[in-house]
């Protein structure tokens, strides 16, 4: 394939994934269920971020999870959650979920994968999910100076794996994460408050750049 073919494959396929968001998001606007449905994930990931992007894995992870809220971090689980959380997707897409009529309601119109979509989806989220870190390798985790990484992380994944990354790369994750903390009404260093456990940055940064993968940034 030459590469101006290559480029109008990658035309096409963000022109679809575009389209496919602008549709959900009109979705939530016309739905008087829109408000809840936004607030679901936080809007700090964009297609452009998701590995293999041009992959059958992350289309399908467009088509489907865009319909109900902001486009999801494979990373944001670690590979033995997210079948559990596929499942779960998939039943309330179908109208089954745990709110009875009322998800059903709120799922009028949206379209589940097929058995085969579902098992491409898994697949894609599992090979990309969080690596956990290991504690017998990363004990500092438990110390006093792993102690903000350790308590940020841990309130919404499992700990990951510092050479998951390199220290270039975990400052913008680290930035993208304080994000989505702060949308999310967690505990956050920027509005300290006396009686919650004080999460500094530069303690999380450090910790990470220590063990952090070597190299260039990918």
């Not at 035309?11 to 575009?18: E, I, M, Q, R």
């Not at 679901?40 to 894995?57: D, H, N, V, Y």
């Not at 300290?192 to 190299?215: H, M, S, T, V, W």
Request: with cysteine.
């Amino acid at each position: 394939m030459n590469r101006i073919a290559i480029l109008a494959l990658l035309s096409l396929s963000f022109s679809a994934s575009a389209d496919e968001i602008v549709m959900a998001k009109k979705r939530w606007e016309e739905s008087p269920h829109g408000p809840l449905l936004e607030r679901i994930l936080p809007p700090t990931f964009e297609r452009a971020q998701l590995p293999e992007r041009l992959s059958k894995g992350a289309r399908l992870l467009v088509r489907y999870c865009v319909q109900c809220h902001n486009l999801p971090n494979p990373a944001m689980h670690d590979a033995k959650r997210w079948p559990s959380v596929v499942e779960r997707m998939v039943l309330r897409m179908r109208g089954k979920g745990n709110l009875g009529p009322l998800m059903k309601e709120m799922m009028a119109g949206v379209e589940a994968p097929t058995e085969d979509e579902h098992r491409a989806l898994l697949a894609y989220l599992k090979r990309h999910a969080q690596k956990a870190l290991d504690p017998t390798k990363f004990p500092e985790a438990y110390r006093p100076s792993g102690e903000a990484f350790r308590l940020a992380c841990d309130q919404c994944h499992v700990l990951p794996d510092p050479r998951r990354h390199t220290a270039a790369e975990w400052q913008k994750v680290v930035e993208r994460m304080q994000e989505n903390m702060e949308w999310m009404n967690r505990v956050v260093s920027s509005k300290p408050q006396p009686e919650e456990p004080q999460l500094r940055i530069e303690d999380i940064n450090a910790f990470l750049a220590k063990y952090a993968r070597k190299g260039a940034a990918r």
